[in-house]
């Protein structure tokens, strides 16, 4: 299989196993009080001769004081995430998400992960530009990849709608549109 296959398939391996947390559905300015947030994604990922597609749930909660964020999310996997407001509409955040399936012990060697760090800023309009990047190890045998996108989130009242596109160390890419309810 050609490398560039491998990275595309590895990515959507990370992303279906919930490894890979491909929606983040979040603003630049941190919760105040608690929120829930339920979506739906759907997500793309090829490389030069293949396109494998799939939809995946999303479901988080978030608390916090308006300058610091803690959350818990789930697409498939589990994320538990900070977020920090450093300036006036912009704010870093944090997070380590590990897929449910580990609860199988089926995963040979290793614990599969994903750490990833982004920078939201409120591009106003009710638009949020996250720019992340992302360390995720599936096992020994699979291995791992370094990933970086960009998301752009679109708030309106309760609704989120969301485009991101991820990419794999080799390239290949990872897209996603999301659409979510906060409540």
Not at 8 to 26: D, H, I, R, T
Not at 50 to 60: F, H, S
Not at 104 to 133: C, H, Q
């Amino acid at each position: 299989m050609k490398k560039l296959g491998l990275s595309a398939l590895v990515s959507l391996a990370l992303a279906l196993a919930g490894c890979l947390p491909v929606a983040s559905l979040e603003t630049a300015a941190p919760v105040e009080g608690g929120r829930f947030t339920a979506g739906l994604t759907a997500v793309a990922a090829s490389d030069a001769s293949d396109l494998k597609a799939g939809a995946l749930p999303y479901l988080a909660y978030a608390w916090g004081d308006g300058k610091t964020e803690f959350s818990i999310s789930g697409q498939i996997g589990l994320r538990a995430g900070i977020k920090q407001m450093v300036a006036e509409s912009f704010s870093v955040a944090g997070g380590v998400t590990i897929p449910w399936l580990i609860l199988s012990g089926k995963w040979g060697s290793g614990i599969p992960f994903n750490a990833d760090v982004a920078l939201l800023y409120d591009a106003g309009e009710s638009l949020t530009l996250m720019l992340r990047g992302m360390y995720a190890y599936l096992s020994a045998d699979l291995g791992h990849a370094w990933i970086g996108g960009t998301n752009l989130t679109y708030s309106y009242d309760a609704l989120l709608f969301e485009g991101g596109v991820l990419l794999t160390q080799s390239g290949s890419p990872v897209i996603s549109l999301s659409g979510a309810y906060r409540f």
